[in-house]
C-alpha cells in the first residue's frame, strides 16, 4: 500500500506540472495582443480565472479520474511605450492561485489542496510595421481607418513562484520560460479584424522536479482570432489556437507525449464610465492529444489610469 500512494503521489505531482507547467502557456487565447495605443497608455488591471478538467498524459500510466478545479487571481500593468518610434507595450503580471488536483490509483483516491504565488511573467509587444508611435489624436484616426500591423513580442516567466522539491504540488515551475511571437493585424473591413500569430516557447531544467530532472522540447503554437469592432472600446473575439510539441524527459527518461492539442474560445470587452472596462472570456479544449483538457473561465477589470 505504501508504495501504491508514493506512486500516485509522483504521477499527481506530474500531472499538476502538466497542467502549470508549458502547456497553459502555450494555450493561452490573447486576441488584440498587437493593436495599437496612444503613448503613455497606462492600464490596471485585476483578474480572475477559473479552470476546471482532466489531465491527459501517457496512458501506459496507470492514473485514473485526474480532475483539477484551479483559481488564479491576476494583478497587471500595462504601459504602452514608443520604442525605436513604434507603438510598444510592456506587460507586468503577478498571479496567485488556488485550487485543488485529485486521482486514482486502483481503488486508492488522493486529494491535493494548493495555495500560492505564481511565477511572474514579462511581456514586451513591439509593432514593427503600420503602427508607428501615436498621440490620442494619431490613434484616433487609426481606429477610424484601421491599417495592417505587422508585429513581435518576448515572453518571459520567471521563476518566482512557490516551489519545494520536498512538496508534491508546487504552484511555480521552478524554470525559466520564453515565448517569442510574430503577430498581424489584417483589416477586413471598418468594422471586422483577422489577428494572425505564431510562436514558440522554450523552456529552462527543473533540476529539482520530485521523479527526476525536466526537460521539455519547445512547444509551437498558432491563433486565429476574428475580431468585431462595435464602437470605441466594446469588441468581440471568436478565437482558435493550436499548439504541438512539447515532449518531456524526466529523470533522463525520454517520455511519449508530445502534443497535438487545439483550444476554443471567445472574449468580449465592455467599456463603462470613461476610463473602465471589463473583459470577460471562456475556452474548451476542442482537441486533446496529451497535455490538459480543461474548460476555462476569465473575468477582468480594467481601469485606465492614463
Known amino acids: 500500500m505504501m508504495r501504491v500512494m508514493k506512486f500516485l503521489k509522483t504521477m499527481m505531482a506530474l500531472a499538476v506540472c ?5 502547456e497553459t502557456a502555450a494555450q493561452e487565447l490573447t486576441p488584440r495582443l498587437y ?9 490596471l488591471v485585476a483578474g480572475y480565472s477559473h479552470a476546471s478538467g482532466d489531465v491527459f498524459f501517457d496512458r501506459s500510466i496507470p492514473l485514473y479520474g485526474v480532475d483539477s478545479r484551479i483559481n488564479v487571481g491576476i494583478l497587471a500593468y500595462l504601459h504602452t511605450l514608443g520604442l ?13 492561485t488556488w485550487g485543488n488536483t485529485k486521482g486514482a490509483v486502483g481503488q486508492t483516491r488522493a486529494r491535493r489542496d494548493f495555495s500560492d504565488f505564481g511565477d511572474l511573467k514579462f511581456t514586451l509587444t513591439v509593432n514593427l510595421l503600420g503602427a508607428p508611435s501615436m498621440t ?30 520536498d512538496r508534491l504540488i508546487n504552484i511555480g515551475a521552478n524554470r525559466w520560460a520564453t515565448r ?7 483589416p477586413l473591413s471598418p468594422s471586422w479584424l483577422l489577428e494572425l500569430e505564431a510562436g514558440v516557447w522554450f523552456f529552462g531544467e527543473d533540476e529539482d522536479f520530485l521523479p527526476g530532472a525536466r526537460e521539455q522540447d519547445p512547444i509551437f503554437s498558432a491563433q486565429v482570432n476574428f475580431i468585431k469592432r462595435f464602437r470605441p472600446g466594446l ?5 482558435f ?5 512539447g515532449r518531456q524527459t524526466i529523470g533522463g527518461e525520454r517520455l511519449d507525449d508530445t502534443q497535438h492539442n487545439a483550444k476554443i474560445g471567445g472574449t468580449v470587452v465592455i467599456p463603462f464610465a470613461g476610463r473602465h472596462a471589463v473583459k470577460i472570456g471562456y475556452a474548451n479544449g476542442a482537441v486533446t492529444k496529451y497535455g490538459s483538457d480543461f474548460d476555462q473561465f476569465l473575468f477582468t477589470y480594467q481601469y485606465l489610469l492614463r
Open 18 to 22: 502538466i497542467l502549470w507547467g508549458g
Open 35 to 43: 493593436w495599437p495605443a496612444p503613448q503613455g497608455t497606462k492600464v
Open 84 to 96: 525605436w518610434g513604434r507603438t510598444s507595450n510592456f506587460l507586468v503580471e503577478l498571479p496567485y
Open 136 to 165: 490620442p489624436q494619431d490613434f484616433l484616426e487609426f481606429r477610424a481607418s484601421p491599417q495592417p500591423i505587422v508585429g513581435a513580442s518576448l515572453k518571459v516567466v520567471a521563476p518566482t513562484g512557490q516551489y519545494e522539491s
Open 180 to 186: 517569442a511571437q510574430l503577430g498581424s493585424v489584417i
Open 235 to 239: 469588441w468581440a473575439s471568436l478565437d
Open 241 to 245: 489556437t493550436y499548439f504541438a510539441g
